[in-house]
């Protein structure tokens, strides 16, 4: 079982020296960055990749938008971008897929 443990880290050089401990204890790590719109968790998480380098790979939500005729349906077509206009599902299948280090297919 995987542990999920959420971390508020007050500083840049503080969680990069997170993330290289992550990084470095073996298996497949994910680490994820939350936060609203316009906080700056694109920018965190590209400073934090080209702070590891080859041990990590940027994952974004971006692409996991539902279609716009879903939205449309749902009456949230004025609310794109908000946590349920995403394919939550999909995303989490993503990442479960990325974790699994039995899985040898191009993801």
């Given at each position: 079982?995987?542990?999920?443990?959420p971390?508020?880290?007050?500083?840049?050089?503080?969680?990069?020296?997170?993330?290289?401990?992550?990084?470095?204890?073996?298996?497949?790590?994910?680490?994820?960055?939350?936060?609203?719109?316009?906080?700056?968790?694109?920018?965190?998480?590209?400073?934090?990749?080209?702070?590891l380098?080859?041990?990590?790979?940027?994952?974004?939500?971006?692409?996991?938008?539902?279609?716009?005729?879903?939205?449309?349906?749902?009456?949230?077509?004025?609310?794109?971008?908000?946590?349920?206009?995403?394919?939550?599902?999909?995303?989490?299948?993503?990442?479960?897929?990325?974790?699994?280090?039995n899985?040898?297919?191009?993801?």
């Open positions: 079982m995987h542990e999920q443990r971390l508020e880290i007050g500083s840049l050089p503080a969680l990069l020296e997170r993330a290289r401990r992550l990084a470095g204890s073996g298996g497949r790590r994910l680490l994820g960055i939350a936060g609203p719109p316009g906080a700056g968790k694109s920018t965190l998480a590209g400073r934090v990749v080209a702070a380098g080859d041990a990590a790979q940027l994952v974004p939500m971006d692409g996991f938008h539902l279609a716009n005729a879903e939205l449309s349906r749902l009456g949230r077509s004025d609310r794109k971008g908000a946590i349920d206009t995403f394919d939550a599902a999909g995303f989490h299948s993503l990442l479960s897929r990325l974790r699994d280090p899985v040898t297919e191009v993801v």
